[in-house]
């Protein structure tokens, strides 16, 4: 064999070497420098350090982790660890592995219609969440992902640029979910995927939270798959009150779960976070007019004032959300005797009002109070200890209408001619659904002379004197506890008579509360029927002849109530032989 050619080949098979060699360090180079980089985006999103191969490796290893509360996707709110996000598809992503975890394990069910609502409005189809699933193998075909090392609250805001909504439908449950779990705390940064803008009252999203909320769009920046490490997806829905007519015309919630000092407390946080005194700021007793700039305008504003100034013999003051910083707002609110305003979205911040004051609600003409009660049900709350008064302008010729409008400001010119006359003509909007009912829009985009003397003599009719803020004690309603260590003893005289004594002790709690009245209420059964004798009682003990058949079995239930509505559980059944 020629030396020269046994020396060529094994020079090449050298370079050959050496060339896969230098291939193999670049590759594992660029891996570095791609690590190295997704980890310093993973850090621009949050000071949190955070390991990328090892975060890498327990995504491909474990994949996603799933475990929900509640049993409806209306009352649904799930903690997910390596819940994924996909930018360019704009869907969040599930990846399975042997490792991972899906609770509840929904199959198809997932999709009628969805896993969860991302909003507190229930059951709008705009807010629903759901994701698709990968196995975690897919991962090696897709883009590096971006790890976000923060906890996470992923929602959305139903209509930010209204203030009502942003109150009852966002900061409201967030706050609230954000109570419920631990680790949400001021750390855990706010994910919005609505779609929408930041908004006018974007600076209020930012008190929830020492992070900046991130918006759907901002996410795209941040890179092209982004894998939240632990996140919680959802909102509480425990402390709305109010349904806005998308199924049936709006009004309160059937079922409100929220009172006054669940609002108060929220009220106080916000307050410490806007650097608002909690004391008062001034001895000065005052009332407070909400004014609108732009539409539902009070024509007589300047007269108003003065008339509220002159009857009350108290400053009156005027503020505006167009005019007026939102801290300015809340520390004139949280300070004043009385608030008056038009019917409007402004109205929520009466939520800010002191124990004891005064929200005196104006309507446009044809708008049936009765009809439009947000604010209402807001202020009559248990505990929040509001008056509340609704005056309503009965007089067409103190409206200002405006047919030739666009649309959504209340316009009727796009109908034709017979339903403009019928709604000009008409004296009441009919209740209707949400959102867009012409005669609704019309009415509520007039301006209006309110009718002094009419406004007076109704406010006068709830607040006899001098209006103010009243200190007030924690006034919540305390129920009693079961009744203790129940008795029942039978006696029978002859074949066709029976007596039942029954007997029992005060529940634990009487013995450290004040109570005006105390009863209780005896339920007596006869094992296998259907029926039951109900008794109220003012004494511990009772001895019941009446429909009592001897050698008869029968079931008792006791319970105690106080001050005639409050009522307590009812103690384990008795099971008595006559």
Same mark, same amino acid.
Not at 19 to 43: C, D, G, N, P
Not at 344 to 351: C, E, P, R
Not at 447 to 475: A, E, Y
């Given at each position: 064999?020629?030396?020269?050619?046994?020396?060529?080949a094994l020079l090449v098979s050298v370079l050959t070497a050496v060339?896969w060699k230098y291939i193999k360090l670049r590759e594992h180079a660029?891996?570095?420098?791609?690590?190295?980089?997704?980890?310093?985006?993973?850090?621009?999103?949050?000071?949190?350090?955070?390991?990328?191969?090892?975060?890498?490796?327990?995504?491909?290893?474990?994949?996603? &982790?799933?475990?929900?509360? @509640? #049993?409806?996707?209306?009352? #649904?709110?799930?903690?997910?660890?390596?819940?994924?996000?996909?930018?360019?598809?704009?869907?969040?992503?599930?990846?399975?592995?042997?490792?991972?975890?899906?609770?509840?394990?929904?199959?198809?069910?997932?999709? /009628?219609?969805?896993?969860?609502? !991302?909003?507190?409005?229930?059951?709008?189809?705009? /807010?629903?969440?759901?994701?698709?699933?990968?196995?975690?193998?897919?991962?090696?075909?897709?883009?590096?992902?971006?790890?976000?090392?923060?906890?996470?609250?992923?929602?959305?805001?139903?209509? +930010?640029?209204?203030?009502?909504?942003?109150?009852?439908?966002?900061?409201?449950?967030?706050?609230?979910?954000?109570?419920?779990?631990?680790?949400?705390?001021?750390?855990?940064?706010?994910?919005?995927?609505?779609?929408?803008?930041?908004?006018?009252?974007?600076?209020?999203?930012?008190?929830?939270?020492?992070?900046? +909320?991130?918006?759907?769009? /901002?996410?795209?920046?941040?890179? &092209?798959?982004?894998?939240?490490? $632990?996140s919680y997806v959802g909102l509480s829905k425990i402390t709305t009150?109010? /349904?806005?007519?998308?199924?049936?015309?709006?009004?309160?919630?059937?079922?409100?779960?929220?009172? @006054?000092?669940?609002?108060?407390?929220?009220?106080?946080?916000?307050?410490? %976070?806007?650097?608002?005194?909690?004391?008062?700021?001034?001895?000065?007793?005052?009332?407070?007019?909400?004014?609108?700039?732009?539409?539902?305008?009070?024509?007589?504003?300047?007269?108003?004032?003065?008339?509220?100034?002159?009857?009350?013999?108290?400053?009156?003051?005027?503020? *505006?959300?167009?005019?007026?910083?939102?801290?300015?707002?809340?520390? =004139?609110?949280?300070?004043?005797?009385?608030?008056?305003?038009?019917?409007?979205?402004?109205?929520?911040?009466?939520?800010?009002?002191?124990?004891?004051?005064?929200?005196?609600?104006?309507?446009?003409?044809?708008?049936?109070?009765?009809?439009?009660?947000?604010? $209402?049900?807001?202020?009559?709350?248990?505990?929040?200890?509001?008056?509340?008064?609704?005056?309503?302008?009965?007089?067409?010729?103190?409206?200002?209408?405006?047919?030739?409008?666009?649309?959504?400001?209340?316009?009727?010119?796009?109908?034709?001619?017979?339903?403009?006359?019928?709604?000009? %003509?008409?004296?009441?909007?009919?209740?209707?659904?949400?959102?867009?009912?012409?005669?609704?829009?019309?009415?509520?985009?007039?301006?209006?002379?309110?009718?002094?003397?009419?406004?007076?003599?109704?406010? &006068?009719?709830?607040?006899?004197?001098?209006?103010?803020?009243?200190?007030?004690?924690?006034?919540?309603?305390?129920?009693?506890?079961?009744?203790?260590?129940?008795?029942?003893?039978? *006696?029978?005289?002859?074949?066709?008579?029976? $007596?039942?004594?029954?007997?029992?002790?005060?529940?634990?709690?009487? %013995?450290? =509360?004040?109570? &005006?009245?105390? $009863?209780?209420?005896?339920?007596?059964?006869?094992?296998?029927?259907?029926?039951?004798?109900?008794?109220?009682?003012?004494?511990?003990?009772?001895?019941?002849?009446?429909?009592?058949?001897?050698?008869?079995?029968?079931?008792?239930?006791?319970?105690?109530?106080?001050?005639?509505? !409050?009522?307590?559980?009812?103690?384990?059944?008795?099971?008595?032989?006559?």
């Amino acid at each position: 064999m020629n030396i020269a050619a046994v020396f060529n080949a094994l020079l090449v098979s050298v370079l050959t070497a050496v060339l896969w060699k230098y291939i193999k360090l670049r590759e594992h180079a660029f891996m570095v420098e791609e690590e190295l980089v997704l980890t310093r985006q993973s850090q621009e999103l949050s000071q949190v350090q955070i390991d990328y191969h090892a975060a890498l490796q327990a995504l491909v290893e474990d994949g996603t &982790r799933m475990v929900c509360t @509640g #049993r409806m996707h209306t009352d #649904r709110i799930c903690r997910f660890e390596s819940l994924c996000y996909s930018t360019e598809a704009e869907e969040f992503v599930y990846f399975h592995s042997n490792s991972s975890v899906m609770l509840p394990n929904l199959g198809s069910r997932r999709f /009628q219609p969805a896993l969860l609502d !991302l909003s507190s409005v229930e059951d709008h189809n705009t /807010q629903y969440f759901n994701f698709v699933e990968l196995p975690a193998a897919a991962l090696k075909f897709m883009p590096k992902p971006v790890f976000v090392p923060d906890v996470a609250l992923i929602a959305n805001r139903f209509n +930010p640029d209204n203030l009502m909504h942003v109150f009852h439908d966002d900061l409201l449950p967030i706050y609230y979910t954000m109570q419920q779990f631990s680790d949400l705390d001021l750390e855990a940064r706010l994910f919005f995927m609505e779609g929408w803008s930041e908004g006018v009252h974007f600076d209020l999203y930012k008190l929830l939270s020492n992070k900046q +909320p991130l918006l759907r769009e /901002q996410l795209k920046t941040l890179g &092209r798959l982004l894998c939240f490490t $632990k996140s919680y997806v959802g909102l509480s829905k425990i402390t709305t009150w109010y /349904q806005y007519g998308f199924v049936q015309p709006q009004g309160p919630k059937a079922n409100i779960l929220v009172s @006054g000092n669940e609002i108060r407390q929220f009220t106080k946080f916000m307050m410490q %976070k806007l650097n608002i005194s909690l004391e008062e700021s001034s001895s000065e007793e005052y009332i407070v007019v909400f004014s609108r700039t732009i539409n539902r305008l009070i024509l007589n504003e300047a007269e108003l004032i003065l008339a509220l100034a002159q009857e009350f013999q108290m400053k009156t003051i005027t503020v *505006s959300l167009e005019e007026h910083s939102f801290s300015d707002i809340v520390q =004139l609110i949280s300070n004043a005797s009385m608030l008056v305003s038009m019917h409007g979205a402004q109205l929520v911040m009466s939520l800010f009002l002191p124990r004891g004051a005064t929200v005196v609600e104006l309507f446009p003409y044809a708008i049936n109070p009765e009809h439009y009660t947000p604010y $209402k049900t807001l202020a009559t709350l248990p505990g929040m200890d509001l008056q509340y008064i609704a005056w309503q302008n009965t007089n067409r010729e103190d409206t200002v209408i405006y047919p030739d409008r666009p649309w959504d400001q209340g316009g009727i010119a796009h109908l034709d001619k017979a339903e403009q006359e019928r709604i000009i %003509k008409s004296t009441e909007v009919p209740r209707h659904l949400c959102c867009r009912n012409p005669e609704w829009l019309f009415r509520a985009y007039q301006d209006t002379k309110v009718n002094i003397p009419s406004l007076i003599h109704v406010i &006068r009719q709830t607040v006899k004197s001098k209006p103010g803020p009243k200190k007030q004690k924690w006034s919540g309603s305390l129920y009693p506890g079961k009744v203790r260590d129940a008795k029942c003893q039978a *006696s029978v005289q002859g074949t066709s008579e029976a $007596k039942l004594a029954v007997s029992w002790q005060i529940p634990w709690n009487l %013995k450290y =509360l004040k109570v &005006r009245e105390v $009863k209780y209420e005896v339920w007596i059964q006869e094992q296998g029927e259907n029926t039951y004798m109900p008794y109220i009682l003012s004494h511990q003990n009772h001895t019941f002849s009446e429909n009592i058949k001897p050698f008869t079995i029968y079931l008792v239930w006791i319970r105690c109530i106080f001050n005639k509505n !409050l009522l307590g559980p009812f103690a384990d059944v008795l099971l008595c032989s006559t």
